[in-house]
């Protein structure tokens, strides 16, 4: 997906394709794309982002391919309802970015509400799709008037 930038702070408009080597403005583009497509909630519009045979780390989960992180998502999103996610762009170089980030959700058994704080590095193909995601993060329980998100 192309980009450019807005000198008033606004989401960027489609022009410069969001592919490696990245720049700033595509970095933070390709992470504003990331967080549009997560805060869907669907497994299929999330898995368009990353390559065929997508390496993941998510927390103590390793796994590969986009059949596979379709079926963790749905399984993530099954339990972690009223998902609202936030990512903040940390570092970026050649193919590689680096996010943390923040999402609230409601657990579907106990209805509790918690914050979940973490990092993610991205590896890219030469067409932009994700070919490798690490992930690490802790849930923190909250109230829901502690909400942010």
């Known amino acids: 997906m192309p980009v450019q930038s807005s000198s008033q702070g606004n989401p960027p408009t489609v022009t410069t394709p969001l592919v490696p080597p ?5 970095a933070r583009a390709k992470v504003k794309a990331a967080e549009n497509a997560w ?3 669907d497994p299929e519009v999330v898995a368009k982002a990353y390559s065929e045979d997508s390496q993941w780390r998510n927390r103590d989960e390793f796994f590969t391919g986009r059949d596979a992180i379709k079926a963790f998502l749905n399984r993530k999103w099954a339990k972690e309802l009223d998902y609202r996610l936030m ?3 940390w570092a970026y170089t050649g193919n590689r970015i680096s996010v943390r980030f923040e999402y609230e959700w409601r ?3 106990t209805g509790r509400w918690y914050r979940t704080h973490g990092n993610e590095h991205w590896e890219f193909d030469d067409d932009g799709l994700m070919r490798r995601r690490d992930m690490s993060a802790n849930d923190i329980p909250i109230e829901e008037s502690e909400r942010r998100y």
């Not at 990245?22 to 595509?26: D, K, P, R, Y």
């Open 39 to 41: 805060n869907t909630r």
């Open 22 to 26: 990245f720049t700033e403005e595509t």
């Open 107 to 109: 657990h579907a058994q």
């Open 87 to 89: 990512k903040e762009l």
